[in-house]
């Protein structure tokens, strides 16, 4: 058996997308027979792969790591050859670019793998992750054609189920995000007990620099750096511990989102501020953030993991996927950036974090439910997996 993996990469510095690659080997390793192998599709070194191996207590896992070389041709031939070897390629999209809002060129390129994928007649199963929004329509053609061409296709929230159901006619099925299943260690960062509220606060270095163009790209109505200002310098006015927590880090190939040096600029203005520790992976990460009391954050994926530690978590949105994924899971705690001002977002962020109880009874409700999502994913790729093997 093997298992394609396309859209992930354990070697990043986006976090949130290492997150995905972790819980996607995760889970898959928990469905598949011992002597399966696991490819890679990305840039992934084989140090990188064996730190995701050690954290996730699968050392004796076969996982080869196939990146694409779009400039080489060779190199890409033997990319769509390993592709068409596969017995199944789950993509992920990187979870939220399904889209063009990071641009067409960055679509394109992700609806070229899949296309190779069709090609080759490996049966190609579309993650749950987010789709959508198109803003443009040169693009949707291509987009209606992996869609109906896709052996499954799965989404982590209604919205989205609903928008595809706008573009095709077929069967699309909620379920969850994996990252809902990634482990932590809460011995791993062990804090000491204080009495103040220990507030967990991640700054998106994406956010803090307007977008990737520079000019609020993401068309947000609050002024994020404002609003990052003023929430911080509530907190600790109000004798609170915050621990500014970067999602997205400062590694060489993330010049234009490192959260890092945004936590950093917050840290020059607010000494007080504590600046968590480098992570290794998101394993870490995930495990610092268990320890906060209550997190608000600009990356989805950090929010993920301090929701699915069971801690209150305030998500502050810049897209439509924050609010599918979380009312997904009957959490209603978001504050949307695109369509709220300034002073809004402040005292609707404050309110939160004084409702602690409330949040956190509505963190446990969510929990159950994402870990009944989870299983439509998996009974699905159980099913496939199983199929394939019976074929073998």
């Known amino acids: 058996m093997r298992v394609g993996f396309l859209g992930i990469q354990c070697e990043t510095s986006n976090l949130g997308l290492a997150a995905l690659a972790y819980a996607a080997v995760h889970l898959l390793d928990g469905l598949s027979s011992a002597d399966a192998e696991f490819v890679l599709f990305s840039d992934n070194s084989a140090a990188e792969v064996a730190r995701m191996k050690q954290a996730l207590g699968i050392p004796g896992r076969r996982i080869l790591a196939i990146p694409f070389r779009h400039r080489e041709p060779r190199r890409l031939l033997r990319s769509a050859r390993e592709l068409a070897a596969c017995d199944v390629v789950i993509d992920f999209t990187g979870g939220d670019s399904f889209s063009d809002i990071y641009g067409e060129r960055r679509i394109a390129k992700k609806l070229f793998h899949k296309e190779l994928v069709i090609l080759g007649r490996t049966p190609l199963v579309l993650a749950p992750q987010t789709y959508g929004p198109f803003r443009g329509r040169r693009i949707l053609p291509w987009v209606k054609h992996v869609l109906r061409r896709a052996e499954l296709v799965m989404s982590r929230d209604s919205l989205s189920a609903e928008y595809l159901a706008s573009l095709v006619d077929r069967e699309v099925l909620v379920s969850t995000d994996v990252a809902v299943t990634l482990p932590w260690d809460t011995s791993r960062y062990p804090l000491p007990s204080v009495a103040a509220l ?184 159980a099913d496939l997996i199983g199929r394939d093997n019976e074929g073998v």
């Open 198 to 381: 220990r507030v967990g606060f991640n700054v998106s270095g994406l956010l803090w620099r307007g977008g990737y163009t520079g000019d609020n790209q993401f068309g947000l109505r609050t002024d994020y750096r404002a609003y990052c200002e003023r929430v911080v310098d509530e907190l600790l006015s109000q004798g609170h511990e915050v621990h500014l927590v970067a999602h997205v880090l400062s590694r060489g190939d993330a010049e234009n989102e490192d959260d890092v040096a945004a936590s950093r600029a917050v840290r020059e203005m607010f000494p007080e501020c504590t600046i968590a520790p480098p992570f290794a992976s998101p394993v870490d990460a995930k495990s610092y953030i268990s320890a906060m009391d209550v997190f608000v954050g600009s990356r989805m994926h950090a929010t993920i993991a301090s929701f699915t530690t069971g801690v209150p978590t305030i998500p502050v949105a810049y897209s439509r996927k924050f609010a599918g994924f979380f009312e997904n899971l009957g959490y209603q705690v978001l504050v949307d950036l695109t369509s709220t001002g300034t002073d809004q977002a402040v005292e609707a962020t404050l309110a939160y974090v004084a409702d602690l109880d409330g949040m956190k009874r509505g963190v446990d409700a969510g929990n159950a439910i994402a870990a009944q999502r989870i299983e439509v994913f998996t009974s699905r790729m």
